[in-house]
Each structure stands twice: as C-alpha cells, then as structure tokens.
C-alpha cells in the first residue's frame, strides 16, 4: 500500500531527499535546535531546511535584539549573520555588567537563562579579609567565589535589570558549605571554620518591579535526611530556590532585587562559599532536575 521511503531516492519510490525543503522547515518548526542539527545530515533538502532563518527566528526570544546589544563589540557583525548563527552565537554565555553578569539561551529551548556573580553583589564585610576571601575556582562559572570564614552579620543584597522575555522565572542561589580545593588531583573539603548556619536559619527574598515577592527560610546546616545531598549539605553545591516571578512581556525591563541574610548576632557563622544566583525559567529548572534536560 503506498511507496516505501528511502533516503537514496531508488526506484522503489519517493525517498526523503523528495521531500520538499518548505515541508521538512514545517517538520523542523516542532523540533528542538539539537534535533534539527541531528537531522540536517541526512540530505540537501534536510540540510536546507536546517539553515532557514524561518526555523531559527522560531527558536529565538521576541527580543533576542536585546541579547545581540550584549555581544562585544569585536563580535558585532551580527547584521550579517543568519537567524541559525545568530543563536548559536546567543547559546554562548554573554557577559555584561563588567563581566558579572551573564545571559545566554538554553540549546535545547532557546529560553534566556542568567547568572549573577557574587562580585556583582553586595556584601557586608566583603573588604574586610578577616571575614571573607576571593577563592579562585574552576567550579564557578565567574572562576572565583566568595568565601566567608566568620561574622556575625550575614548578608548579601543584589539587584538586576533586565528585558527578560514573557515566562515563569525561578530564582535561586548557588551555596555551598566548607572550602574545598585540589590536593594531588582529588577534590577535599575543608570544614573547620564552617559552624553557626544550623543554629538559625538563612532569610532568602527577592522583589520585582511590578510588585512581586517571595521569600523563603532554611537551615543550611541542616542534619535531615535529603533525597539528593543524604544527612547533610557539606561539601556540595546547593542551589537554594527563593521563588517565582512572572514575566507577562508588558514591560520593557524587569527590576530583580535579591538578597540572603542571617542578621543573629547572638552567634556567628562561617565557612560558606558564595556563588552566584541564578534566574532562570521555571519550566527549565524542573527538567534539568529530573535529568530530561542535560
């Protein structure tokens, strides 16, 4: 019933390489940009369709404009480009804000995703080397880290403007207990200045411009048991979610102010290194932590 297909186009019948380009960049509109890459080595009409500015304009943002104001300027001959180059230029992380900030498009989705550094933010005693260090690292997108030995007032405050496009944002940030380092190739820990985050617990909040909050509370040294860290946190990086927020596209930029803090004084706390906060789309966030996403 009906021809066979086949991708060398035999006298059998009608094969792949038939297909016409417009019907395939139709095909590729539902597929994911990995998807579309897998599937351009098939045949010309395949590989045509791979590079339509149709497909690709389909997997950017509305304002991926925005994102190509970012590129440094060496790398401005975007007008130039095509819709295919254009997101795969924006798939690399693109610094701004002194290079504290970055902003990129997930592969897989094309949703903007950002990271701010802690360099970006600002904290109480940072200047002050009795309480906190700067720690080189490659486990940090920004390679370094802000390490805190001890203090009695925890907190960290920071902000971002941004022309994040309409979605469900989650923010979070990125913690981790104990200073760890190499010694002959193998990864250790150290935990003797980390003390006093299982006494009281860690207030995270942030607002938007238009009004929206959220705020969380938890123990960082907490000694329950959890399905993904077991008995406790100590010695791996933790992204602590604070909330959502809602984008709906009617504003030019979303305002996002941040912080964490500890304000206690009746103990102290130490050891903790300090990463960077995270903000990406929520939908994103709960794939990649069920590993449908890598």
């Not at 590989?47 to 304009?57: I, K, L, P, T, Y």
């Given at each position: ?94 610094p701004f804000d002194h290079g504290h900030k970055e902003v990129w498009l997930d592969r897989v989705t094309g949703k903007v995703c950002m990271s701010i550094s802690a360099k970006a933010m600002v904290i109480t005693g940072i200047d ?49 207990l104990g200073r760890f380092s190499k010694r002959l190739g193998r990864r250790v820990c150290n935990y003797d200045h980390t003390h006093g985050w299982d006494i009281k617990p860690v207030k995270f909040e942030f607002s938007t411009s ?85």
């Amino acid at each position: 019933m009906g021809a066979s297909l086949s991708s060398n186009g035999s006298s059998i019948g009608p094969g792949l390489g038939d297909i016409p380009e417009s019907c395939v960049a139709c095909v590729f509109l539902h597929l994911t940009p990995p998807e579309i890459c897998n599937l351009a080595r098939l045949n010309r009409a395949f590989r045509g369709a791979a590079s339509s500015d149709s497909v690709w304009e389909a997997k950017l943002p509305r304002n991926y404009q925005d994102l190509l104001d970012l590129v440094p300027p060496p790398e401005r001959h975007h007008r130039s480009l095509s819709k295919k180059d254009i997101f795969a230029l924006l798939s690399r992380p693109l610094p701004f804000d002194h290079g504290h900030k970055e902003v990129w498009l997930d592969r897989v989705t094309g949703k903007v995703c950002m990271s701010i550094s802690a360099k970006a933010m600002v904290i109480t005693g940072i200047d002050d080397r009795r309480y906190w260090n700067w720690i080189p690292t490659e486990e940090s997108r920004f390679h370094t880290v802000a390490y805190l030995q001890q203090i009695w007032w925890f907190e960290v405050d920071g902000e971002v403007s941004f022309p994040f496009p309409a979605d469900i944002y989650t923010l979070s940030f990125r913690l981790h207990l104990g200073r760890f380092s190499k010694r002959l190739g193998r990864r250790v820990c150290n935990y003797d200045h980390t003390h006093g985050w299982d006494i009281k617990p860690v207030k995270f909040e942030f607002s938007t411009s238009d009004g929206q909050q959220a705020s969380c509370e938890c123990c960082l040294d907490e000694t329950e048991i959890d399905d993904t860290y077991g008995n406790h946190k100590r010695g791996y990086w933790v992204d602590y979610k604070v909330g959502e927020f809602i984008v709906s596209g009617s504003e030019p930029t979303t305002q996002v102010r941040f912080s964490m803090k500890q304000i206690d004084c009746t103990h102290s706390k130490g050891g903790l290194c300090v990463d960077a906060v995270f903000i990406v789309p929520s939908d994103l966030r709960e794939r990649k932590r069920r590993g449908i996403l890598k």
